[in-house]
């Protein structure tokens, strides 16, 4: 069965730091690409990063750009979020997904999701 396990949500103030993992299992890592989404209170979701091991690519959103750090660790099937000087708008429901079509993932079409982890940044 495919499985994507996210953990390290928390409540932190802001200027702090948390580190998300989203642990993997069940399909090929090496040929998915790795998405961290996110979604606010009375939001739509929107994507956060993302990782292509396949085209040795990442990306940003712009407002968490200099702020974050994706990262995979393929020997442990496992896609890291540094989230470093956050801020209270970084509030929301983290999750990751995977698709080996990098399109589909960040249009969130027809990939697999893991359950979520919970980020709260206080001012």
């Known amino acids: 069965d495919v499985q994507l396990q996210a953990s390290g949500g928390g409540l932190v103030q802001a200027g702090g730091s948390l580190r998300l993992s989203c642990a993997a299992s069940g399909f090929a890592f090496d040929d998915y690409n790795i998405g961290w989404f996110r979604q606010a209170p009375g939001k739509e979701r929107e994507v956060v990063s993302w990782i292509s091991n396949r085209y040795s690519s990442l990306y940003y959103a712009d407002p968490v750009k200099g702020r974050l750090t994706i990262s995979s660790d393929n020997a442990k099937n496992t896609v890291y979020l540094q989230m470093n000087s956050l801020k209270p708008e970084d509030t929301a429901v983290y999750y990751c997904?995977?698709?080996?079509?990098?399109?589909?993932?960040?249009?969130?079409?027809?990939?697999?999701w893991g359950q979520g982890t919970l980020v709260t940044v206080s001012s």
């Open positions: 997904a995977a698709n080996p079509t990098l399109w589909r993932l960040r249009s969130g079409v027809g990939s697999y």
